[in-house]
């Protein structure tokens, strides 16, 4: 049996939607309030402020989804690389499932990052910052199974297929859809088979 | 001798800014005008709704870009993988010179795109959709002369380029500053000059 969501639970589920689809800066509190029939009382009883209540979004956000990638990039069913080609479908599923509109809340948070706090903006670094490790571990691996080109340095790789993402979400967002994701697995793909080349950075 | 800026000039140019630097929900009327010494009737007067406003912000701002690009994608003096390499240097100098905090509007728009109506939304589209198109007709000229990668699709390369250098700035926004954009170089120059492979899409 279900156990019956706490009210701080439904405020938290009920915000990551709204800042997903609205933004940071667009998500009104009393409006959220109302669609979950709290009182605004109850907010301040749980949170200090709106940027509290965005830490608190944003810690159960990239909780459940470093659970989902440890139990995905631990699979040995699947080659590491198998593994990493299920997560560039898997996050393009998982940013549709979670609004009427695609989204990421680190990409989301990161526009309003200016106007954030110093902590916020930590929060949300180290929440990208661990992504990113974890998918260069993964990387790591199938560079060792000879899946992936081995000239490539992991860390940044990891990076790049995120800033990859993050811009294909923009571009969903702006009218391209499901296209901008198919470009960002193409490309992701074409990256790990061919190698990110010479640099003259 | 500049001539003055007219007042909805004014106005436009602090909404740019402000914009790029709190997003378009973060950016409240009030405080805008306030700021230039302006009052809300004159506002009123220049623009039926902030979302009007928006659009006149984003057609200026779209327009001195495609004004640039033009100039550069077409200045013989270079070779057309030299005038594709200071593009993409030039879009992170740009981007930083805008405002207190990298940004592009484009993607702070897009990132409000779920809450804006259905003609700001097509003309945002629309200046991506430009910008890919002057970019992939340079991807093609310097697929002629042999300096990029010739099985690669201009159109789609283009719009790769674009949807990371909009992830860098995320990427940017939320921390890595710089580095993002180096990265954005690097993996962009790679893509070029080694192609983007075979895909399973």
């Not at 990113?132 to 990891?158: S, W």
């Not at 296209?179 to 061919?194: C, G, M, P, V, Y």
């Amino acid at each position: 049996m279900m156990e019956k969501p706490s009210t701080r639970d439904r405020i938290v589920v009920a915000g990551r939607r709204a800042m997903l689809e609205q933004g940071y800066e667009g998500t009104g509190i009393g409006p959220l309030l109302a669609s979950v029939a709290v009182p605004k009382g109850s907010f301040y009883h749980f949170f200090a402020s709106k940027e509290d209540f965005a830490a608190a979004v944003l810690k159960a956000y990239a909780e459940q989804y470093r659970q989902q990638r440890l139990e995905l990039f631990t699979d040995a069913s699947l080659s590491p690389l198998a593994r990493i080609e299920r997560h560039l479908v898997q996050v393009e599923h998982d940013s549709a499932a979670e609004a009427a509109v695609p989204g990421c809340l680190y990409g989301v948070l990161a526009q309003a990052a200016p106007g954030l706090g110093e902590e916020l903006r930590a929060q949300l670094h180290g929440a990208f910052a661990t992504w990113e490790q974890d998918l260069a571990a993964l990387i790591a691996q199938a560079q060792q199974e000879g899946e992936v080109e081995g000239g490539l340095d992991p860390a940044e790789t990891a990076a790049h297929l995120i800033d990859l993402y993050e811009g294909a979400v923009i571009r969903a967002r702006a009218g391209d859809g499901p296209a901008a994701f198919a470009r960002f697995r193409k490309f992701a793909r074409a990256t790990l088979q061919r190698g990110a080349g010479a640099s003259r950075d």
